[in-house]
T-cell receptor, first 116, second 116 residues
Framework: AQTVTQSQPEMSVQEAETVTLSCTYD???????LFWYKQPPSRQMILVIRQEAYKQQNATENRFSVNFQKAAKSFSLKISDSQLGDAAMYFC?????????????FGTGTLLAVQP | NAGVMQNPRHLVRRRGQEARLRCSPMKGHSHVYWYRQLPEEGLKFMVY????????ESGMPKERFSAEFPKEGPSILRIQQVVRGDSAAYFC??????????????FGSGTQLSVL
């Protein structure tokens, strides 16, 4: 069975600085997708960034980028120029590519605090 | 274009009562996923439905929980005879037909169920 592990329950970063959130996963599949979701206090789940496993290039969305290390099964999220609005819970998620369900498997989350 | 709509946002039930949670997918989406988020945990997949059809209910508890997505109207997650352990946030996500990972990411704001 696939698993997703986020080993940092909490992280803190100064405004305008850079922070990296860690995520590792375990799978025997070769075709899959990885995601980072943001959950602010409003509880809304917001997709931050996605990565297809077959793509070697790391995904980037504005200030958000990932470091995808397929062999190491690692998928970290880097947030550059951190802003107060980035404070939230961040979840890493996995989805297998070959199944019919498209269900997501989530990690336990990292709570990010941004200090002014 | 409204997103995924869930109601109610908060639901309070006493032990033994029934809870009914509703999810209206995004316009044009015919697939619905339900997830549960227990306190201090990530989201866990419960069930995947298409219109009038349950595709994958591998994450649903065997008893007291049921889900439906009728031809007309919202998807309903029903919990009978609720217990305190059912207290959680329940999220719904939707996707179009034959959606791959590129179509994922559309979550509702969740229903917070509190069992007294």
């Amino acid at each position: 069975a696939q698993t997703v592990t986020q080993s940092q329950p909490e992280m803190s970063v100064q405004e305008a600085e850079t922070v990296t959130l860690s995520c590792t996963y375990d799978t025997s599949e070769s075709d899959y997708y990885l995601f980072w979701y943001k959950q602010p206090p409003s509880r809304q789940m917001i997709l931050v960034i996605r990565q297809e496993a077959y793509k070697q290039q790391n995904a980037t969305e504005n200030r958000f980028s990932v470091n995808f290390q397929k062999a190491a099964k690692s998928f970290s999220l880097k947030i550059s120029d951190s802003q107060l609005g980035d404070a939230a819970m961040y979840f890493c998620a996995y989805m297998g590519g070959g199944g019919a369900t498209n269900k997501l498997i989530f990690g336990t989350g990292t709570l990010l605090a941004v200090q002014p | 274009n409204a997103g995924v709509m869930q109601n109610p946002r908060h639901l309070v039930r006493r032990r033994g009562q029934e809870a009914r949670l509703r999810c209206s997918p995004m316009k044009g989406h015919s697939h619905v996923y339900w997830y549960r988020q227990l306190p201090e945990e990530g989201l866990k997949f419960m069930v995947y439905l298409q219109k009038e059809n349950i595709i994958d209910e591998s994450g649903m508890p065997k008893e007291r929980f049921s889900a439906e997505f009728p031809k007309e109207g919202p998807s309903i997650l029903r919990i009978q005879q609720v217990v305190r352990g059912d207290s959680a946030a329940y999220f719904c996500a939707s996707s179009p037909v034959n959606a791959g990972a590129s179509k994922l990411g559309f979550f509702g704001s969740g229903t917070q169920l509190s069992v007294l």
